[in-house]
């Protein structure tokens, strides 16, 4: 396939998911120059959309395995990677199986994460690069402004989705709480415009963490106007 293909490919994209596996293919690039990754790179992503994440990553032999519970019918031949079906509660993988673990708004659809996260840390091992993004919630005060702004490129069923989806979602204090009772305790946790990031760099596992108020890890049930 052409770059000229490619790119064609990648601009019939949704805007959003373009933005997200773009930023994680220009990290990738990063850590090879730095040369902090195997050569070549193992890499997962947990709940990827088909195909998406390897259209970014422009690694020569790079592994690229991408995971979901849905079935990917053309894709992964079309790209070159693997494909498996399975559920991020059990990571299907070795301990320490990959170099880097990539996930793009997965956890909003879970209650309590912290078994993906727990399973996340393990096929990562202990020196394994983590890079999660997630949508972030508002305060409650702010959630119609924040889904005007945020959501103004969606419209209808898109827009109703996008509006479940922030209020389902994580804040970084809660995201925090999550990550301090999991296995990937001391990755840094961070907010990032509508987003949420948590973050692991292999060589420095403690990293910077949000200050995280006492209490359950479990997240708080969103108030009944803002439950999808």
């Not at 991408?66 to 059990?90: K, N």
């Not at 702010?142 to 969606?154: D, K």
């Amino acid at each position: 396939m052409t770059g000229d293909q490619q790119l064609a490919d990648l601009l019939d994209l949704p805007f959003d998911q373009y933005q997200r596996y773009r930023i994680a293919g220009d990290i990738l690039a990063i850590l090879t120059r730095q040369g902090v990754l195997r050569d070549p790179p193992t890499i997962l992503d947990v709940g990827g959309y088909p195909g998406l994440l390897p259209r970014f990553v422009a690694i020569p032999g790079a592994r690229t395995v991408v995971m979901d519970v849905v079935p990917d019918t053309s894709s992964a031949r079309r790209y070159g990677y693997t494909y498996v079906i399975g559920s991020g509660m059990e990571l299907p993988f070795p301990d320490g199986a990959f170099d880097l673990v990539i996930s793009n708004s997965l956890l909003h659809h879970i209650g309590d994460p912290t078994a993906v996260l727990d399973e996340i840390a393990r096929v990562a091992g202990p020196s394994g690069r983590v890079l999660l993004r997630d949508l972030r919630r508002p305060p409650r005060g702010l959630m119609p402004a924040w889904i005007a702004w945020h959501g103004r490129h969606y419209r209808g069923e898109m827009r109703r989705l996008y509006r479940d989806s922030v209020a389902a979602a994580f804040t970084p204090e809660e995201m925090a709480i999550v990550v301090r009772h999991s296995r990937l305790a001391g990755a840094a946790v961070s907010d990032a415009g509508p987003y949420l990031v948590v973050a692991r760099d292999g060589t420095n596992r403690r990293g910077l963490q949000l200050a995280a108020r006492p209490g359950s890890p479990r997240k708080p049930t969103p108030p009944p106007e803002e439950r999808p």
